[in-house]
């Protein structure tokens, strides 16, 4: 089965400053997508990026970008200059898609705090 | 930007009472989700439903819970006799289509409190 693992509960970073999160996956399939979602306070999941595992090239959006590095089954989030509305928590996310299922498997999530 | 919407926001209710939980994906899709959250807890997934019928569910979606799209627009998810472990976020979420590059697009989520 496959399973997401985030191995930091709780992460901080100061204000302008750089922080990455990790996020280690499992799975025997070739192709798949990876997702990062952000769910603030108001606990709405809001879709940071996603990476397609048959890109090489990591993806990018604004201020977050992602290293993705396949062999190590491995997807960490980077937010550069971070800013007081990044403080949330943080979910990586892994399409399965056995027999057609579309369902999203997540991690245990993040939670980020940013300091001023 | 067109998104989904989710009613009611907060619901409280009682052991054993039956509770419907309203979903409005955005228009052009046509893949639909359900996931929980309880509390402190990671996002699970509930159930998938294409061209009016499901198409998985979890070992969470038992006997007590049904979807259904009763108008083309609704879709909703039921809750027949809910428990205290019921508590917890529910979030739909909607796709254009079956395909691996789909992103979901998750709505607000309801809160719902069993007493």
């Known amino acids: 089965a496959q399973t997401v693992t985030q191995s930091q509960p709780e992460m901080s970073v100061q204000e302008a400053e750089t922080v990455t999160l990790s996020c280690t996956y499992d799975t025997s399939e070739s192709d798949y997508y990876l997702f990062w979602y952000k769910q603030p306070p108001s606990r709405q999941m809001i879709l940071v990026i996603r990476q397609e595992a048959y890109k090489q090239q990591n993806a990018t959006e604004n201020r977050f970008s992602v290293n993705f590095q396949k062999a190590a089954k491995s997807f960490s989030l980077k937010i550069s200059d971070s800013q007081l509305g990044d403080a949330a928590m943080y979910f990586c996310a892994y399409r399965v898609t056995q027999g057609g299922s579309e369902k999203l498997v997540f991690g245990k999530g993040t939670k980020l705090t940013v300091n001023p | 930007e067109p998104e989904v919407t989710q009613t009611p926001s907060h619901q409280v209710t009682q052991m054993g009472q039956e509770v419907i939980l309203r979903c409005v994906p955005i228009s052009n899709h046509l893949y639909f989700y359900w996931y929980r959250q309880i509390l402190g807890q990671k996002v699970e997934f509930l159930v998938s439903f294409y061209n009016n019928e499901i198409s998985e569910k979890s070992e969470i979606f038992d006997d007590q819970f049904s979807v259904e799209r009763p108008d083309g627009s609704n879709f909703t998810l039921k809750i027949r006799s809910t428990k205290l472990e019921d508590s917890a976020m529910y979030f739909c979420?909607?796709?254009?289509?079956?395909?691996?590059?789909?992103?979901?697009?998750f709505g607000p989520g309801t809160r719902l409190l069993v007493l």
């Open positions: 979420a909607s796709s254009t289509r079956l395909a691996v590059q789909e992103t979901q697009y």
